[in-house]
């Protein structure tokens, strides 16, 4: 269609991004050739390393190209404090947006008994048994709020109290600078059921 | 900040695609690293051999890897219609949107003396060689309605009438399927103006 099948193989190959459609990859296609050659290459081999290499932090199962991940290897890092995700990118989100020192562990998933997600699948053995050493004294739970996230969250509550350690979950209400208009009902209703004293 | 540097190392390549922020790049990094890592390496490798390989077609300067791209090898493409455009986004455009059977002459640019750029980085000697051949009847004038898109418009124009050969510009109006309301307020004008019976 643009008389080079080498472009037309490179505008198919670029849809694997996430949300990255026909358009946007003839753009990122067009734009990598006209001005990014330096860049795009570097990415290339950038990608292919990343790829190859980066597994899964052998202590809390987040992304890493090294056996031990960058913060659990951190002696600065509190251990008695243990916060579990669903996958890297809420660990990112939670490193970027609080001042959290504590260690982390990364389910890779939710429980999602018709998707085959169980206890197995998101390492809860090794969680179990990293309660069981005695380190951690609070495990704090950040599943996304979705119905998969609370049932997860339920149950490594349960996990937590089997073992006598503090759980606690992160607060829900109106997020801040939200309008309360645009809030969805039922975090409406959980701030206002949970609301505090305004002294 | 995620605890494996090859990971932001790669979240910072991605970067260089346009419109991708921070946040998609790294959307795209966990993706990729989570469920695309075969399609993944195949993107790397498709970027690389595509920005080594991809060149310009000697006689349209589009996108091409071998010396004439497709649409000009084809010997079904129709030699007497030519159709001037400022990128090989828009020659895919026009391809996609309309059942074009001439031969395209790509500028890769438009005229802009602050960015230096000038009827020679526009390749217009080798345009005005191929008007001077004799083969071209029809030059078909389709920058961009910009004011150097039109200005460039003007330039080609010109070329065209002192070679003795037909312009013709792409017609103005209310895009179909669009709104008056919405329509800029040149645009309807322009279309208003030009107004054509309704018999
Ligand atoms: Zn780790
Ligand atoms: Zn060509």
Not at 110 to 121: F, I, K
């Amino acid at each position: 269609m643009n008389g080079s099948p080498l472009l037309a193989e490179l505008v198919d190959a670029l849809r694997c991004l996430p949300g990255v459609g026909q358009k946007s990859a003839q753009r990122m296609a067009y734009q990598l050739l006209q001005r990014e050659r330096g860049r795009g290459l570097k990415l290339a081999s950038v990608m292919t390393e990343a790829l190859q290499r980066i597994g899964h932090c052998s202590q809390c199962r987040t992304f890493s190209e090294t056996p031990v991940c960058g913060i659990c290897g951190n002696p600065g890092r509190d251990r008695h404090l243990l916060c579990v995700v669903e996958s890297p990118v809420e660990l990112a989100a939670i490193e970027q947006a609080t001042g959290y020192r504590g260690c982390y562990f990364v389910l890779l998933g939710r429980l999602s008994p018709l998707d085959g997600m169980g206890p197995a699948e998101l390492g809860l053995d090794r969680l179990t048994q990293r309660l069981a050493e005695g380190e951690v004294e609070e495990l704090i739970i950040a599943t996304n709020p979705t119905v998969e996230g609370e049932a997860t969250a339920h149950y490594l509550a349960q996990l937590a109290r089997a073992g006598g350690i503090r759980a606690s979950r992160l607060a829900h209400g109106v997020p801040l600078g939200g309008e309360l208009e645009f809030v969805d009902r039922g975090t409406l209703a959980h701030a206002f059921g949970g609301r505090q004293s305004a002294d």
